[in-house]
């Protein structure tokens, strides 16, 4: 049994805590490492693996700090990068990997797009995706082409409609806001917007969300819908007809400049 916590970092990180019944932790995505220790010592949890997404600063800048403040021998999984020279275990997805600290297997997915060494980790039902894969959105394209965010998108999406999404940003209002741009008609996405909305003000947090919602309000995963193909050719004065591909291209576009 593994329980999943969420630790606030930044602005609207998350860095996500998973832990199991003998106090054994794992984190994914440590940007800060004070946030991760102060957390630790609350619940009496023993930092035992690191897990890593991608390279980008505000999920490794904690992992430093971390290895130096636990006497334990603490393993760093995560993709092949230099830019992250404190992995122990480089993973991929040809092989499942066992998180023996936790006791549990995990499917590494290859995710390029955000980055070219994204992966994303698929645990008892729960996907860490980093910033492949938002609530109603997805990453910037930094490195990668919009055919390879777009093929990434394709496999999470592909994933049981029950997979629970723990993303590493609390983007999910902004993203909603975006997204009834593109399909205003969507009542699921109405009513989605509305739950959101009334969560932020309290100062929820907004995840995490499943497979099967975002495949009902995220447009990133429903560019063969014609009101967001309209949307999209009208917003860049297209003449021809768009594909998904094409869509999804469109639409990152303006995401970016929204």
């Known amino acids: 049994m593994l329980t999943i916590?969420?630790?606030p970092a930044f602005n609207d990180n998350y860095i996500w805590c998973i832990s199991n019944q003998q106090k054994q932790a794992v984190v994914v995505d440590p940007g800060s490492a004070v946030e991760v220790i102060r957390f630790l010592e609350k619940q009496q949890?023993?930092?035992v693996g690191i897990l890593i997404t991608h390279h980008h600063a505000d999920h490794i800048g904690g992992i430093e700090e971390l290895l130096s403040s636990y006497d334990t021998n603490i393993q760093v999984y995560g993709p092949n990068s230099k830019r992250i020279p404190q992995i122990t275990h480089i993973v991929d997805?040809?092989?499942p990997i066992?998180?023996?600290e936790l006791g549990v297997s995990a499917q590494v997915i290859n995710v390029t797009g955000h980055t070219l060494e994204h992966i994303a980790y698929l645990i008892d039902g729960n996907l860490f995706c980093g910033d492949t894969l938002f609530s109603g959105g997805c990453g910037r394209i930094f490195e990668g082409t919009a055919e390879q965010m777009f093929t990434s998108?394709?496999?999470l999406s592909a994933l049981p409609s029950a997979t629970k999404v723990f993303c590493a940003h609390e983007y999910t209002l902004s993203n909603?806001?975006?997204a009834l741009m593109a399909e205003p008609s969507n009542s699921l996405l109405l009513d989605y917007y509305d739950q959101v909305k009334q969560q932020r003000q309290n100062n929820e947090i907004t995840l995490p969300s499943s497979i099967g919602k975002e495949l009902e309000i995220n447009p990133f995963l429903r560019c063969d819908q014609a009101e967001i193909q309209?949307?999209?050719s009208t917003k860049f004065n297209l003449s021809t007809s768009l594909d998904t591909i094409d869509c999804f291209t469109y639409l990152r576009k303006w995401?970016?400049?929204f």
């Open 5 to 7: 916590q969420p630790i």
């Open 255 to 257: 995401k970016d400049i």
């Open 93 to 95: 997805d040809k092989t």
């Open 230 to 232: 309209s949307k999209v």
């Open 153 to 155: 998108l394709e496999k």
């Open 45 to 47: 949890l023993v930092l």
């Open 98 to 100: 066992f998180i023996n």
């Open 176 to 178: 909603l806001t975006f």
